[in-house]
């Protein structure tokens, strides 16, 4: 099955975790590859406790705000190289690929690849795509869309991202 979180709300990563989480408790194995992040947050210490969780970050440690560097892309596509990697050897039951839309967006990664990626995923793979902006073409691969909407965010207030919250 292919899973997208995507929209404009808070809490596409959040869902995916909980997913990560669910299926770790059922005793899966789990591999989540975060695009465009690098910088630690506090989820990775809680998911580094579970064994059947393996996390791997293909960002630097800040966020791109300007146009991406050629480091951006290699850490990108050295991320998609891994994880066609586990798939190629079938290494998990459940693939989550991390803010995967962003990195398109981004043009950090190619459509065509994410896209090949995506066929050439074995069913027995819960297959999860999260961040804003999922293209057109991926929704129509997915057999769930939930798309995150946001109605109010406290960010509005001029709030700072919180320790055990945003990060």
């Not at 960002?59 to 850490?75: E, M, Q, S, V, Y």
């Not at 994880?83 to 995967?100: F, H, P, R, T």
């Not at 990195?103 to 896209?115: I, S, T």
Request: with cysteine.
């Amino acid at each position: 099955m292919i899973q997208v979180y995507t929209g404009n709300g808070k809490g596409k990563t959040t869902a995916a975790l909980g997913l990560a989480l669910r299926a770790a408790g059922a005793g899966l194995k789990v591999f989540i590859a975060q695009f465009v992040k690098g910088k630690h947050c506090s989820e990775l210490n809680s998911l580094r406790k579970i064994k059947n969780i393996k996390v791997e970050q293909f960002g630097r440690g800040c966020f791109i705000k300007k146009t991406p560097t050629l480091r951006d892309i290699k850490l990108a596509k050295k991320g998609l190289n891994k994880v066609n990697k586990i798939i190629a050897c079938g290494s998990c039951d459940m693939l989550i690929l991390d803010e995967i839309n962003i990195a398109l967006k981004l043009r950090l990664v190619a459509l065509k690849d994410v896209l090949e990626l995506i066929k050439k995923t074995p069913k027995k793979i819960e297959l999860v795509l999260t961040g804003r902006s999922a293209p057109v073409e991926i929704l129509k691969l997915a057999d769930l869309v939930s798309e995150i909407r946001e109605r109010k965010h406290y960010f509005q207030k001029n709030l700072k991202s919180r320790r055990g919250i945003e990060f």
